[in-house]
């Protein structure tokens, strides 16, 4: 999706969709813009956009659906659209500060393309609590205004650390005692059985179809699957995520 640059400034990163606008917003993240179509109903979740954005300090622009419409170039805005400096990716080391003495949970994507599952990843890393989501900086989706909408504003929350190289940096999760777990069609035993879980774990979920590269399989500490008794023979990437990041929800509190 192109964006607009005034003079030197980077480009708007365009955010739309209620629960998207209205959780940059509960984040406090800054907006250049939030523009709300003229005839917009009012609703809790509108209402409370508005009170936000007062107390923000943010000026709410009514504009022509159809000006909406092109701004957001395709993207389901549901009539609120905010426009925002571009997405700030956290380090791997501010990750790693930030789990207030909790064991680290990492939900690290390989080979992920599609922006929609890559949100829905998001979202359900965001609900259990994960500390952090690690994405490849090559061949795979980063953050987009598409995967952002499918987030429903978990990536206002969550933070997000872009890899220059994956396989090198889980080493490097290794050797700070953060165990890997690859979840794999494949892999050896189911994840209810794998005894890692509550320990400080990075969660690597890999491409549909593909599954994990070769280099990233090498680099886990264990290989899980998802038992399956259906004769389906896979599971979309952001389910399967789903299925994983429950069951590490599951043992940590029982644990």
Not at 8 to 26: F, I, T, W, Y
Not at 178 to 201: F, Q, S
């Amino acid at each position: 999706m192109s964006s607009r640059r005034r003079g030197n400034r980077e480009p708007d990163r365009v955010v739309g969709g209620l629960h998207p606008v209205r959780e940059l917003l509960r984040a406090g993240t800054p907006l250049r813009r939030l523009l709300v179509a003229e005839g917009r109903d009012t609703s809790p979740v509108v209402d409370e956009i508005h009170e936000l954005a007062g107390a923000n300090g943010v000026r709410v622009e009514r504009v022509a659906r159809a000006d909406l419409d092109a701004r957001a170039e395709g993207l389901v805005h549901q009539g609120v659209l905010a426009l925002a400096p571009p997405f700030a990716y956290a380090t791997l080391e501010q990750v790693l500060q930030r789990t207030d003495g909790e064991p680290p949970l990492l939900v690290a994507l390989d080979g992920v393309t599609d922006p929609h599952n890559l949100g829905s990843i998001a979202r359900t890393a965001e609900a259990v609590g994960a500390h952090g989501l690690l994405l490849p900086s090559r061949r795979a989706a980063g953050i987009t205004p598409t995967a952002e909408k499918s987030a429903a504003g978990a990536l206002a929350h969550l933070p997000v650390v872009r890899l220059s190289n994956l396989v090198r940096d889980l080493q490097s999760l290794k050797e700070r005692h953060v165990w890997i777990v690859g979840l794999d069609g494949d892999g050896p035993e189911p994840v209810g059985a794998c005894r890692l879980l509550d320990e400080p774990l990075t969660l690597v979920i890999g491409a549909e179809g593909r599954g994990l590269a070769r280099l990233t399989r090498e680099s886990c500490d264990a290989l899980v699957h998802i038992p399956m008794r259906g004769e389906v023979g896979s599971l979309n990437a952001s389910v399967a995520a789903g299925i994983a990041l429950y069951e590490v929800t599951r043992r940590r509190a029982a644990g």
